[in-house]
């Protein structure tokens, strides 16, 4: 029994991470539909698109998603008041300090996880009372802590830090990363790249064939102030769109229409990203590799 599932009320530990622009409705839904948990990136939306996103994602699915907040926006007192005014259950904060928010929304019987990509980070969002901290290494995509701390490194340590249940982002693709992360002592996994790829996605086809054609080293990071953000490299995306262009023109057109175009955003794991598919389908192969691994690390475990 997954504990941390059953309390959010999803079937499987699989969850669509916040994306800003890239995590709309349709594929929040979807991933809520398939048994996982959606969040709506609300990042770029004021609290009146966000609103609307929310009565959107409830036309398409019954079951529970959440919403992803970035504390330090300037925008995020709008955006709590608008979860709050709409019941959502479940809010993953990231990007600022854990207490600003964190009390209020519990108080309002909200499900609360924070983004935390160093030991300390998550320990700090556990004192703010956070009920799980979602633990994501520096190769995820979009923001990532300047502290450069990978998936491997850093879930088991803060799963020994920290007493709420973990859930593992940063370069999580299939259910070998799903198994992995269970074996480092997350109780879930949080992805958003694998996801870019899915058909219920609304960025165009066009960057999901891009994602498709990228390899692990496509995925760069780039350093700012206080974050770094994961891209496609830019070199690497003009030179796909002209392969896209000689032999899907249409196609390649579609790059700057659709939510979140000129994003750019994708983490390392686009790698292994082999082709675009239903959001059921990412998630059901998902679960079944898990389960098939299961029994071969056992027999690649030699006995005591
Ligand atoms: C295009 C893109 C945009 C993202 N935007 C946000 C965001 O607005 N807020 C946030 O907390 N995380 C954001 N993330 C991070 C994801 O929620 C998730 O934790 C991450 O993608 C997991 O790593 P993966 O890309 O290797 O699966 C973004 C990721 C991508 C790829």
Known sequence: MNEFCETIGIRYPIILGGMARVGTAPLAAAVSNAGGLGLLGSSAWGPEELARQIRQARQLTDKVFGVNIPVRAQHAPGLIAVV???????VATSAGDPGIWTRQLKNDGIFVMHVASTVERAVKAEQAGVDAVIAEGSESGGMTGPEEISTLVLVPQVTDAVKV??????GIGDGRGLAAALALGACAVQMGTAFIAAEECEISRAFKEILVMAKETDAVLIREDKMSRRVLNEAFVEEAVKMLAKHHPDIAKTLEAAPGSGTRGAGQIAGLVRKV????????DMMREAHAILPKIKSNLPEL
């Open 84 to 90: 709050m005014e709409q019941k959502i259950s479940v």
């Open 277 to 284: 598919r239903p959001t059921a389908a990412i998630i059901d």
């Open 165 to 170: 249940p973990v859930v593992a982002a940063g």
